[in-house]
């Protein structure tokens, strides 16, 4: 065989490796999060506890769904159903209800209003608690924040409260619910008024996690400006390796982090961007499919638990970055 051919066939053999490579960490990333449901249950908070988290189930949802999981999906929403709160809210781990929580919740039964159309008034209840803790300002509140404190008195950005008016807004928009939209775009005149809503601070409670949260609701709201303006203190602190550090100062990566920056840039239009997160997951993803919550030296975010959380926005970005999301 001429040399020239040759170098075409370990070529297009090279591409197909690469392909299914792509393709299989997409697969493994959605097995691990069947494996690590519990039966008749939600999903799992990571793989060292079987504490199942109805916040990150109802947000998987959505993700399962759009992979082709419809039936999981299906059996989820009827699940998180069961678990409501009487004042529409969803427990956390720690059997107390926030926020955000339910807002997340929000989203999975968006998802699959049209197959399972008595979810409906489940969606409303927890709307409708929702908008119950939006204070006058337009600040979005919470029963508590104590999953929220870090160590050293540090506490996660409030301001990653910005992605629970998204699924609100959509259900308003979907529900033709006045009421749900006036308040979703109530509370985002809040935000956009913080001076420092954008900036990447050197410390844990804005980790890439939470200000990925931020950017992608931002991007979600037509905020296009804002997260340009965010992700480019990101862009700036961006190693050759194309690790992001979980926040300036530091060395380490956030797996989800990286995954939601992805996402955002996606959404703002940089595709290449978010080819570069894709590509560092697809690095350091364990061989169960799953992922640690920190990668590197100082890790302070579950360098040793595989979150869950990190799989839902990893299948995310693997559908949008290869054109396979179905809306």
């Known amino acids: 065989m001429p040399k020239k051919e040759e170098r075409m066939l370990i070529n ?14 997409l697969e493994k990333a959605i097995d691990w999060v069947k494996n690590h449901r519990i039966t008749n249950s939600g999903i799992v908070v990571h793989h060292k506890t079987k504490d199942v988290t109805p ?3 109802g947000y998987l949802i959505t993700s399962l769904y759009h992979a082709g999981e419809k039936e999981l999906a299906l059996e989820l929403a009827h699940w998180e159903m069961t678990v409501q709160q009487p004042d529409g809210s969803f427990l956390a781990p720690d059997q107390i209800s926030y926020t955000f929580d339910t807002a997340q919740v929000v989203r999975g039964f968006l998802t699959v209003l049209n197959d399972i159309p008595e979810v409906e008034s489940y969606l409303r209840r927890a709307c409708d608690f929702i908008v119950s803790q939006i204070d006058s300002d337009g600040e979005i509140q919470t029963p508590s924040y104590n999953s929220w404190r870090l160590s050293k008195g540090r506490e996660l950005s409030r301001y990653c409260n910005l992605f629970v008016i998204v699924p609100l807004l959509e259900a308003g928009k979907k529900l033709n619910e006045e009421k749900y939209t006036n308040e979703a775009l109530r509370s985002l005149e809040f935000y956009k008024k913080q ?12 980790l890439s996690h939470i200000f990925g949260y931020m950017m992608e609701a931002l991007a979600d709201l037509g905020e296009l400006e804002l997260a340009q303006k965010g992700l480019d203190q990101a862009a700036a602190i961006q190693k050759q390796d194309g690790a992001i550090p979980a926040y300036p100062g530091v060395d380490w990566v956030c797996s989800t982090g990286m995954a939601q920056l992805g996402l955002a840039w996606y959404k703002i239009g940089n595709l290449e961007k978010a080819k570069e997160m894709l590509t560092y997951l697809e690095k350091i993803q364990n061989r169960s499919g799953g992922f640690f919550g920190g990668y590197g030296k100082g890790a302070e975010y579950f360098p040793n638990e595989e979150i869950c959380w990190a799989n839902k926005f990893f299948i995310d970005l693997c559908l949008l970055v290869r054109g396979g999301h179905n809306d």
Do not use: A, P, Y
């Open 55 to 57: 916040e990150v189930t």
């Open 195 to 206: 001076s420092d809503l954008t900036e990447f601070k050197s410390d844990l409670g804005t």
């Open 12 to 25: 297009i053999k090279g591409q197909i490796m690469n392909f299914t490579k792509k393709r299989n960490s």
